[in-house]
């Protein structure tokens, strides 16, 4: 296989990162083995499990599934800078309250997800959480502490919201 | 935040249950840690010099390494080295799976790397280290093997044949048989009413754990010690494997688990590619890594179940059973898993049918045979979802033969709840179950007459749902009768370190291991609770074999209940050497303090009289100031191993409400119930959470999960794409209760909790499904329940 290179110029957590990357490349790979972002997991590799989930240009990718080379000139965020930044905070609180996960190995980017419909979905109910993070699999919890939480974030939202309406 | 006000508001069933934060939903401290994306699994380790191993797997279930020509490999770019199983077994001997209390059980040596033989597609035949993983990983298609193809050997019947034995030297391909019969079997059955019988196939599954298989090993040449940071549940176990193996003084070999990305049983075995990665590292003098990527987990990560079985069961026109009789088949693949073996499972199903009831006859006959697909062995509750499946399956076969409610049925026939302790046909020995009082909250739980009523009325229009109820005993808290009776070197004692520190912190170590479960944190509720002091004060260290006691490790639903003990008695022997220390400074008797809110206080007024902090500065820094024949001792080591019973039983019930679709056969979950007795509930909110994953995992294999393999032993669907494993959209809200019937067997009380979700849900599905298609005249017997078998039940296919 090709060991071709190509420079690209990529804001990994807001820091800027210019290196020629392997063509061949997935981005989850560059993550963590040229970056050490270890915080995004290698569970399935074909795009299936989304433990390897960042974003990018605040869409949600599957890690696996993009070449490095594809995040050329764009913002990448992982769970490191997504929790260093504090916008994943009320999310971790209400997972870490439910116990939303076990062995951790999902919440990178089930979090990821969560992240997303609290941005995107903000109304869903528990059967349409149960819809979005369907591209996320945890084999520990059985996904009910996961859905309560995130469905916890979403109430506060909602009547933080209205409260802020009525004001 | 004082312990005492920490009571939970949950009604107090036992006193053991209420103490402290024993009891109290607290959140893990080591979550928080995961959620941020610092979690430390082992491929996030960083080590210099570090190398990469790949394997070569045989492309077929069965065939001769004519010859094997590694030289170009050798010339890739990266690559350090490219080595034969002849040559590695160098270095690691191979292994027999056999214990001495499962009778005549036989398997034929294995090999880490196979040598002349492959006997699974999958089966590692050479391994290829390089600097990267993607130049070993490149390397590999250079490799030139020639194979003689063999005959295989792929379905239960053909194994049993014997036309063709896949090990000459064993005589034929069955691994383990047992019989078992009761004297008053024959009678019991000739005197019956209603006989009824069916046989149920069970497919195979497999774990798939999130963080699939890992281990690094790390040899040092100089002092002849090797450190493995490993995914384990079973740190000590592996110690001891790895030094008999590789030859390495026991304690030089340290075995270190990082965070572990999940395990259900998959990651307590040993595994021909990470022994040969071990030994890679002393060969190579380096550290070596392996981790399995997720299409090589499908072919050599263990299988489970795989099970053709019949069961009849004898009752009275009353609806009395009187006796159950079983014929098991399953099959393991080409080689009893070491060191548990692979005749556990059968095992587990003749000791377990017909479990929770009152019959007293029984006649059991198992036979476990050899084939040439992937290995099967102990994954998550072992033996238990066939055996309450089965027995579940027939008793509500029975109620619809004498036209009883099947929770009636069972309401009659399950063993009252004040016959303990009680001996079960099968000679296992309850100490005591609640199974009636689980039906009755069950039934309440769910509004089962409502239900009925519900259900009842939606069929006129043409909705078929269903109710299924499977009710369950469950092994929990091993005793040695599990495996060092039959001579493995498996610890089934746990031990726990408890230390005061100076600033009056808790330093906890235990032998049993965390796999995301939650025993770190419940440890840290029974030392906070026990000693005195707040949580935030406890810091737990499990998983390294060179820190912490001695012991088992996580299994069997074993982890809270042994090393809850072992830290509860750690706990109270420190607590008095406190006090000891506090007497003396405080110059009175011990038995005046007490220890509350991280402080010495007085017992009876709980005045405080000394903060923890000032008795660690004491013992530590001025012990000059005791009394000269005065040594303080504040760490203290306990160990706890199961004694009185084999297994300490756990019981519970399971409901599922479902609806299926005729037309497509598709099965919809609506609903699920789990009442459960595991004794003292540490965390009520972990134990629940344990139930719920156990019981989706349950459900995967009831419903989708299947290891398809072709009549060439080939596995078809080998891929999370093709593999169906519970995605959230497909599973239902749980609802759990407990009934609390704590062990005498340990203060603490608690039983095991792990697995039972995972035992009951199979059962209860089925019986849904199949209460669903009564009126249709549909019957599934096999899982997982597909659409495509649902619609052959109903003859529309």
């Keep these: 296989m090709s060991d071709k290179r190509r420079p690209i110029s990529v804001m990994v957590n807001a820091e800027r990162i210019e290196r020629p990357v392997l063509v061949r490349q997935h981005l989850v790979d560059f993550l963590r083995e040229e970056l050490d972002l270890t915080g995004s997991h290698l569970g399935c590799e074909h795009g299936v499990c989304g433990a390897c989930q960042v974003m990018v240009d605040g869409q949600v990718v599957r890690g696996c599934l993009t070449l490095a080379v594809q995040t050329d000139g764009k913002q990448v965020q992982t769970i490191e800078g997504l929790s260093d930044s504090g916008e994943l905070a009320p999310l971790q609180e209400a997972f870490f309250k439910h116990n939303a996960l076990q062995c951790g190995f999902c919440s990178s980017g089930m979090l990821i997800t969560a992240l997303n419909i609290v941005r995107h979905h903000p109304d869903s109910t528990r059967e349409e959480i149960r819809d979005h993070i369907s591209g996320n699999f945890c084999r520990c919890t059985g996904y009910q502490a996961i859905v309560d939480a995130i469905e916890s974030v979403l109430v506060k939202n909602r009547a933080t919201e209205i409260l802020g309406a009525s004001l | ?797």
Aim: with cysteine; hydrophobic share 40%.
């Design chain 2, 1 to 797: 935040m004082n312990a005492r006000m920490e009571l939970p508001a949950r009604q107090q069933e036992s006193e053991a249950q209420v103490k402290g934060y024993i009891g109290k939903s607290s959140p893990r401290a080591g979550s928080k840690r995961l959620l941020q994306g610092r979690g430390a699994y082992i491929d996030d380790m960083r080590l210099p010099r570090l190398a990469h191993v790949v394997f070569l797997r045989s492309p077929h279930a069965h065939a001769r390494i004519k010859s094997m020509d590694l030289g170009e490999v050798l010339k890739q770019p990266g690559v350090i080295g490219a080595f034969t199983g002849a040559q590695i077994a160098q270095y690691c001997t191979p292994w027999v799976a056999v214990l001495g209390h499962l009778k005549g059980i036989k398997s034929a040596p294995q090999h880490a790397v196979a040598i002349d033989r492959a006997c699974w597609q999958g089966e590692p035949v050479a391994a290829i280290v390089a600097q990267t993983r993607r130049q070993a990983e490149d390397a590999l298609q250079f490799a030139q093997v020639d194979y003689e193809v063999l005959p295989v050997i792929v379905e239960i019947e053909d194994a049993l044949k014997g036309d063709y034995v896949i090990h000459p030297e064993l005589g034929d391909n069955i691994c383990f048989q047992r019989e078992l019969k009761t004297d008053d079997f024959d009678a019991a059955f000739a005197r019956a009413d209603v006989v009824v019988e069916k046989t149920y196939k069970f497919a195979r599954h497999t774990g798939v754990t999130n963080e699939t298989r890992a281990v690094l090993a790390d040899y040092q040449p100089a002092d002849h010690s090797l450190t493995v940071y490993h995914a384990t549940q079973a740190p000590h176990m592996m110690q001891d494997i790895i030094s008999r193996h590789l030859n390495i003084p026991e304690s030089n070999v340290r075995i270190v688990c990082k965070d572990v990305g999940g395990s259900f049983g998959i990651k307590v075995h040993v595994y021909p590619d990470e022994m040969a990665t071990v030994a890679l590292s002393v060969m190579l003098r380096r550290p070596v890594k392996f981790i399995a990527d997720r299409l090589e987990s499908f072919i050599s990560d263990i299988h489970a179940r795989e099970h053709i079985a019949t069961v009849r069961m004898a009752c009275t026109k009353e609806g009395d059973i009187l006796g159950f009789d079983l014929n098991d088949l399953t099959a393991i693949g080409p080689y009893s898993v070491y060191p548990r073996t692979s005749g556990i499972e059968g095992n587990q199903v003749v000791n377990l049918t017909g479990g929770p009831y009152r019959h007293k006859a029984y006649r059991a006959q198992l036979k476990v045979v050899f084939t040439n697909k992937n290995v099967t062995c102990q994954y998550r509750a072992v033996g238990h979802p066939i055996a309450v499946a089965l027995t579940e399956g027939i008793v509500d076969e029975g109620a619809r033969a004498l036209g009883m409610d099947p929770a009636e049925f069972r309401r009659r026939n399950l063993i009252a709840d004040d016959a303990y302790p009680y001996t079960f046909p099968s000679g296992l020995k309850f100490e005591k179950l609640s199974h009636h009082q689980c039906l009755d909250k069950l039934l309440k739980l769910m509004d089962y007459d409502n239900l009925r009523a519900e259900q009842a009325a939606l069929r006129k229009q043409g909705v078929y749902r269903g109710i299924g109820l499977a009710a369950m005993i469950e092994v929990t808290n091993p005793s040695p009768a599990f495996y060092g009776v039959g001579g493995a070197r498996i610890s089934a004692q746990d031990g726990a370190t408890l230390r005061l520190d100076p600033s009056g912190m808790l330093n906890v170590l235990v032998s049993v291991t965390e796999q995301g479960q939650g025993t770190e944190a419940v440890f840290a509720q029974v030392a906070a609770t026990i000693v005195g002091v707040t949580l935030e004060n406890v810091r737990v260290v499990t998983g390294d074999t060179a820190v912490t006691p001695y012991g088992g490790g996580t299994w069997a639903s074993r982890g809270a209940g042994i090393g809850g003990e072992a830290v509860l008695q750690a706990g109270k022997a420190l607590k008095a050497n406190i006090l000891a220390v506090a007497a003396a400074v405080l110059k009175l008797d011990a038995a005046q303090l007490d220890i509350a809110d991280n402080a010495v206080v007085d017992r009876l007024t709980g005045e405080q009289r000394m903060p923890l902090a000032e008795v660690g500065r004491v013992a530590y820094f001025r012990p000059d100031t005791l009394p000269m024949d005065f040594q303080s001792e504040l760490t203290v080591t306990r160990h706890f191993t199961p004694r009185e019973f084999g297994f300490t039983f756990t019981n519970g019930i399971q409901a599922s409400y479902v609806e299926v679709d005729p037309e497509t056969g598709f099965i919809k979950l609506l609903k699920h119930w789990c009442v459960e007795d595991c004794g003292t509930v540490i965390n009520p909110m972990l134990v629940d959470e344990q139930l719920r994953g156990g019981v989706v995992q349950g459900l995967g294999g009831a419903l989708f999960e299947e290891c398809l393999y072709n009549e060439e032993g080939q596995m078809l669907n080998g891929s999370m794409a093709d593999y169906l494993v519970p995605m959230a959209f497909e599973m239902p809200d749980i609802e759990i209760a407990h009934v609390c019937t704590p062990t005498m067997t340990s203060e603490l009380g608690a039983k095991g909790a792990g697995e039972a979700g995972t035992a009951g849900a199979p059962g209860a599905v089925m019986n849904a499904v199949n209460d669903a298609l009564q009126p249709l005249g549909g019957n599934v017997i096999e899982q997982p329940m597909t659409p495509e078998r649902v619609l052959a039940a109903l003859g529309k296919l």
